[in-house]
């Protein structure tokens, strides 16, 4: 038995504004496209449901390609400084926070930018000592790959004056050699290491939070990375499993696993591919650079605005290269996160070193490119991984890090996709909102709703069909399954996102405006707005 989906304007996203009105679903998966009569019609004997879409118009399902699930609920859970724009209003939030504080509790926060401050000033360990004296604090930037701490933190995790910057991180000090607290990519993990492990209830619960947040958005599904992390794989996997159960709750997450996940993975009897009709486990994750936001990029020549720096390496060439050897081992893609051009010709040396037989390789975020290296990727079975809402968040500061001669390459989405380089959307949350219309606004605008200018490199805008496709077909690509997902097509899943405006053919600042009218996953209705309304 079936479900008719019509009285919508359905897009097929195989060419721009083709369209159908109706759609017949069978076991979750589209049979035929076409007008309500006939379909009506034809399968009048089969349909069991007819589901009115209200004049919505209706996309493939949108896929978040990349972002941090759990992480994006610990921001409902967890204290927020991301909207905070002065060094006052961050003191006078953590000062809030100690006061709820348990004997032994830590202060942990997140999303801090001192790049949204006045004053771009970044607290040291004594501003933090005078807030939270009593209490561990662990402040994390809103990169995620820097992080403020305190003196009872150092002393913790046995960080001191005579303490060596570890391998791919940066334990900044002051003029006498002393801590700051200011920790930069793995010197947060000496901290992180010593943190106490979160509940398994508390993992639910920010997972829960996460997952009916991004349906209420319009997405069905995630490519997302927390496997690492939260006490370890196996624990986190599980609460994944409990949370998306296929029944109550009915969500697509495809699971990245961090290379430093695979030995517990392995001992525990996983493997790669689909563990449940929703949950599968995919691409192994590593980190070749940082972040622009703390110059620990990796870029080919010093920063502009700090030329005693051209950022930091995660690994060693050989050690990059060992962990893709290990991950051909297993017949597998790997996803890189490569934001400066010098880790992105790192990789690309590992890549082609080592190549993939089947399948796409994934290289996430290609913030920093060149003309040659452009050309490399040409050649190599790889998916890259954008987010235009970067540009929003970056812009104009990225300019003064990168300096004029590097912006031609530089955060530019259509130079990619006039190479002929597929390319995936996603937010990165909690670094950026998880709203994929967002991410659209920023890649058809790049600039700010309601700012006059004509865009940041206005240039490399994406028309409003291409950056939708990058949460669509994009996505689908990303995971080799753009024969099933991405497209709404005679033998594609019937997973859609309605709204109830044209995305192609609205003014871009009213995408800001427009709602999701209903988000379906498997045929399932997983949010619907008319439920919400006061």
């Given amino acids: 038995m079936g479900t008719l989906w019509c009285n919508g304007t359905f897009f097929t996203m195989r060419k ?4 159908v009105e109706s759609v017949y679903v069978e076991n979750g998966e589209i049979v035929a496209l076409g007008r309500r009569e006939t379909l009506l019609h034809k399968y009048k004997n089969q349909i069991e449901n007819v589901e009115d879409v209200e004049g919505g118009y209706v996309y493939p399902g949108f896929v978040d390609s990349h972002l941090h699930m759990i992480g994006h609920g610990e921001t409902m859970v967890r204290l927020d400084l991301s909207n905070v724009t002065s060094v006052e209003e961050l ?6 926070k100690v006061k709820t504080l348990a004997k032994g509790d830590w202060l942990l926060a997140e999303g801090w930018n001192e790049n949204h401050f006045a004053e771009r000033t970044i607290l040291n360990r004594a501003e933090l000592d005078e807030i939270c004296p009593h209490h561990p604090l662990y402040l994390t930037r809103i990169c995620r790959h820097a992080a403020l701490v305190n003196s009872q933190a150092l002393k913790l995790s046995g960080i001191d004056r005579h303490t060596p910057n570890p391998k791919g991180g940066v334990i900044v000090r002051d003029h006498q050699g002393e801590p700051t607290g200011y920790l930069l990519d793995s010197a947060t993990d000496i901290v992180k290491n010593v943190i106490p492990n979160v509940s398994e209830s508390y993992i639910h619960q920010a997972l829960e939070l996460a997952v009916n947040d991004l349906l209420q958005k319009g997405i069905v599904g995630a490519h997302t990375e927390d496997l690492a992390y939260y006490g370890g794989f196996v624990r986190t996997l599980k609460q994944f499993t409990h949370v998306i159960d296929g029944h109550k709750k009915k969500f697509r997450a495809h699971l990245l696993v961090h290379h430093e996940a ?9 493997s790669f591919g689909e563990l449940t009709p929703f949950i599968e486990l995919g691409a192994i994750k590593l980190f070749a650079d ?4 703390g110059r620990t990029a990796l870029l080919s020549e010093p920063y502009s605005d700090d030329p005693s720096t051209s950022g930091v390496a995660i690994h060693s060439e050989q050690s990059l290269k060992s962990i893709i050897q290990r991950a051909r081992e297993y017949s597998q893609p790997v996803a890189i996160h490569t934001i400066g051009d010098g880790a992105l010709k790192m990789a690309l040396d590992a890549l082609e070193q080592y190549p993939l037989e089947k ?7 290609v913030q920093v490119a060149n003309k040659q290296l452009i050309e490399r990727m040409k050649s190599l079975p790889v998916i890259l991984d954008i987010q235009p809402r970067f540009v929003v968040s970056d812009f104009p500061w990225v300019m003064e890090r990168l300096g004029e001669e590097r912006m031609d390459y530089s955060f530019a989405w259509n130079t990619l996709l006039d190479a002929g380089l597929i390319c995936a ?5 909690p670094i950026e909102p998880v709203d994929p219309l967002l991410g659209i606004h920023a890649a058809v605008t790049r600039r700010k709703k309601g700012e006059d200018h004509e865009g940041y490199l206005p240039n490399e805008k994406l028309t409003p069909f291409e950056a939708i496709q990058l949460f669509t077909k994009g996505s689908a690509f990303a995971i080799s399954k ?3 997902r991405g497209f709404i097509d005679q033998g594609y899943i019937a997973d859609f996102t309605i709204f109830d405006q044209d995305l192609c053919q609205i003014e871009p600042d009213e995408l800001l405006a427009t709602k999701v009218l209903m988000t379906v996953v498997d045929n399932t209705v997983m949010y619907r707005y008319s439920e919400q309304k006061d």
């Fill in 16 to 19: 721009e504004g083709e369209a």
């Fill in 91 to 96: 003191k006078r939030k953590l000062k809030e």
């Fill in 262 to 270: 695979l030995d517990e993975m392995q001992e525990q009897g996983y």
């Fill in 290 to 293: 940082g972040a622009l936001g």
């Fill in 359 to 365: 399948g796409r390789d994934r290289l996430i975020h």
């Fill in 425 to 429: 959307g996603g937010s990165d949350a």
């Fill in 482 to 484: 753009e024969q099933s």
